[in-house]
């Protein structure tokens, strides 16, 4: 394939994993944020060919994994509603909530699809006037112009059946409670590309330099990963801690501002909820008062009173801040797999414990 | 006597009370419920084997006997449709086990409404079907349910074949050092039938594979004694197939991502969609476990019928890693392969 199999070279691969080998002279511990990143590493086993000294923890970039379990209980109330139809991105059904899943409730009969894109939520709502369709509005910055257009499309139309479920959150503010940790011994980070396709970076240069941490925004294929990773010791080993952007054909320091000024024509930032860590003031999105009559949450009252607690046993909220990895978690690949997940970040083929579970099995 | 009734299944099934999708997959929740529901209730040495076909003796003639039923939607895709799909299918599963298909019967189930047209469609296909695949359809069975009880069409095949040599294919044959063959490139039916399923457009049109396999295998097994194991890999796609075998024969299965074929349409769809073409069903694949000896002989008799003129090795048996599918990746690292868990979901972003 033009544009991916150049970013998947061999010879590439293996000069810049020579490089990093070359410049790495002391012990450094670096976290990707993103889910797709973390995929990358360890499906092709980049972190096998890294110098030892280099130790890659992974972040809270999977958008299924921190969506709060109160959500989910949500979704599920909503989509066992008669009349209701309920759109989701696949992973999205198999997270498990305080009881069930989404394909649970889907096999007694409820009305759930899996979509592509939440504009086919619009498309349904249009067809089926008399049902109510619910769309699950979750992700980071990457899907929030997507989901913004849908809220768009439909009060440009005057839907009256199409409401959105939203549980948005936003990379920065979760960099900061990383960095702010007690636990905190991330030295720098390899930034998620697609995040940053849509929001630029001019939010990280404050951060680098108040937490004196480099920054790389990094692309997703293996040779991005392993520039990104270079350009980021290359830093450390230098002493600097700067914003650098080495996904130069997607990013811009700017982002991408049609698709910013949509976001921030539906949405405001408001304090949000993540599943293991808790609430991180100011880390997410939610609907403009002007959009309220979109809020599922206000449509659908009943679920305004699930108010649900994490699973006590696992420790995602430690595998999300970087602070322990999915093998040190005694339920990791034993009570806890991807066909019996007891936590999200084993669920989503991007979450870090299904991740290792699925390609890095031997190594525990 | 009252302990063996017992009204609770004792099945746990993954925290499933009740059937979902993902059961019909292929991957680890159809196999779940195999085990512990299937199983314990006929157990018998012919079922154990989990074959996907079963070879019993009958007056010294060995005869294997299979049965499959087709529900895909759309039941018209690219390259195919659910009659042809329902002979081929059962075709291969007795080709598989070494036999020469002879009879199938066909049971269908019929939705009201369901337009005769499209009926006569599907049988005329089944028609061609047989006798590409010298297959006689003996035997059927027609049922009609209400609308919306059924969807349009739903096809059950069974077929018996006869085992004509004395090549025993079967996962304890197989060995450390035993090459893995595949006839062509994987995931072009799962993915044909996705892109008309989802209403989702390439611009280049994927068609399925599907195929009769029975005589790719005679020409294999007239160069060669050494066939360990054959499978098609359909539902739940090449790696549902290998972990099956990691797991039968207790050995490691290695395989080589350079080395495995996947057009690039289906690389692209795969991409576009979050989905991984190891998992992606086929219809018109043979995977072969060969002794080492006869692995080039093998690969060229494949190569010389036009259903594997892109054969290739795509991997080995290891002694290492048992029960585990390992695979070397592109860029020289290496990964498990897992068997699906439940329906392969696509990808947030």
């Known amino acids: 394939m033009r544009f991916i199999d150049e970013y998947r070279d061999l010879k590439l691969v293996q000069a810049y994993v020579e490089k990093i080998h070359e410049i790495t002279t002391r012990e450094w511990t670096i976290m990707e944020i993103c889910g797709g990143q973390t995929h990358t590493i360890i499906k092709y086993g980049i972190d096998e060919m890294l110098p030892d000294k280099i130790n890659i923890v992974h972040g809270p970039g999977c958008p299924v994994c921190v969506t709060p379990l109160e959500i989910i209980d949500k979704a599920i109330e909503i989509a066992s509603t008669p009349g209701v139809i309920f759109c989701s991105f696949g992973d999205m059904l198999r997270v498990p909530g305080s009881k069930k899943d989404l394909f649970t409730v889907k096999s007694e009969g409820a009305d759930v699809r899996i979509v592509y894109s939440p504009l086919d939520a619009v498309k349904i709502a249009i067809k089926n006037p008399d049902k109510k369709v619910v769309f699950f509005a979750i992700g980071f910055e990457t899907t929030a112009p997507a989901n913004a257009m849908a809220v768009w499309r439909a009060k440009e139309l005057g839907l009256k059946n199409f409401f959105v479920l939203v549980s948005h959150v936003r990379v920065p503010p979760a960099m900061i409670t990383i960095l702010e940790s007690p636990w905190n011994m991330i030295n720098g980070f390899i930034a998620a590309g697609h995040v940053c396709t849509v929001m630029g970076y001019e939010e990280y240069e404050p951060i680098a330099k108040k937490y004196k941490v480099p920054i790389v925004v990094t692309g997703f294929e293996p040779v991005d990963i392993l520039q990104g990773i270079f350009m980021l010791i290359k830093q450390l080993e230098e002493g600097r801690y700067e914003v650098e952007n080495q996904y130069t054909r997607s990013v811009r320091r700017e982002g991408n501002i049609p698709a910013k000024q949509l976001i921030f024509k539906v949405f405001e930032i408001a304090d949000m909820k993540w599943r293991g860590i808790g609430l991180i003031p100011q880390s997410g999105f939610k609907l403009k008062k002007e959009f309220e009559e979109f809020d599922a949450e206000k449509v659908f009252s009943t679920v305004a009173d699930i108010n649900t607690e994490e699973s006590q046993i696992c420790i995602s909220g430690y595998v999300l801040q970087g602070v322990k990895k999915p093998s040190d978690c005694p339920a990791f690949g034993t009570l806890c797999t991807p066909l019996n997940p007891l936590g999200a970040p084993m669920v989503s083929s991007e979450g870090a414990c299904a991740a290792y579970y699925n390609y890095g099995r031997l190594k525990t | ?349």
């Open chain 2, 1 to 349: 006597m009252a302990s063996e009734f017992n009204l609770n299944c004792p099945a746990p099934l993954s925290n499933y009370d009740k059937v979902l999708l993902g059961h019909g997959s292929g991957g680890k929740l159809t196999a779940e419920l195999i085990k512990n529901i299937f199983l314990p209730a006929f157990q018998n040495p012919y079922l154990a084997e989990l074959g996907d076909q079963a070879i019993v003796n009958v007056n010294g003639v060995k005869i294997a006997f299979t049965t499959d039923s087709y529900v895909v939607n759309p039941i018209f895709f690219p390259g195919g449709n659910i009659g042809e799909l329902a002979v081929n299918g059962t075709v291969n599963d007795l080709a598989v086990g070494g036999a020469r298909p002879l009879f199938i019967s066909a049971g269908f189930i019929l939705e009201e409404g369901f337009s005769l047209s499209e009926l006569c469609a599907v049988v005329e296909s089944m028609k061609k079907a047989c006798e590409r695949a010298g297959v006689i359809l003996v035997t059927g069975d027609t049922k009609v349910v209400e609308k919306g009880k059924g969807d349009k069409i739903f096809i059950n095949t069974s077929g018996i074949g006869v085992i004509e040599h004395d090549v025993e294919i079967s996962p304890r044959k197989v060995k450390p050092g035993d090459k893995i063959l595949i006839n062509g490139p994987i995931g072009l039916h799962g993915i044909a039938i996705l892109s008309r399923r989802e209403g989702i457009e390439f611009e280049i049109e994927i068609e399925s594979d599907t195929a009769p396999l029975n005589f790719l295998v005679q020409d294999i097994l007239s160069v060669s004694k050494n066939i360990h194991w054959m499978r098609d890999p359909t539902r739940g796609g090449v790696s549902s197939s290998l972990n099956e075998l990691a797991q039968s024969s207790n050995l490691g299965v290695e395989i080589w991502e350079t080395e495995i074929p996947v057009p690039e349409p289906v690389k692209a769809a795969c991409e576009m969609l979050g989905l991984d073409p190891l998992y992606v069903a086929n219809e018109g694949k043979l995977i072969a476990v060969v002794a080492p000896e006869d692995a080039e002989k093998v690969l060229e008799a494949m190569r010389n019928n036009p259903l594997g003129r892109e054969a290739k090795i795509i991997g080995e048996i290891t002694e290492e890693h048992p029960g585990v599918v390992l695979m070397k990746t592109a860029i020289g690292g290496k990964r498990v392969v897992d068997m699906l868990a439940g329906e392969q979901l696509p990808r947030i972003c």
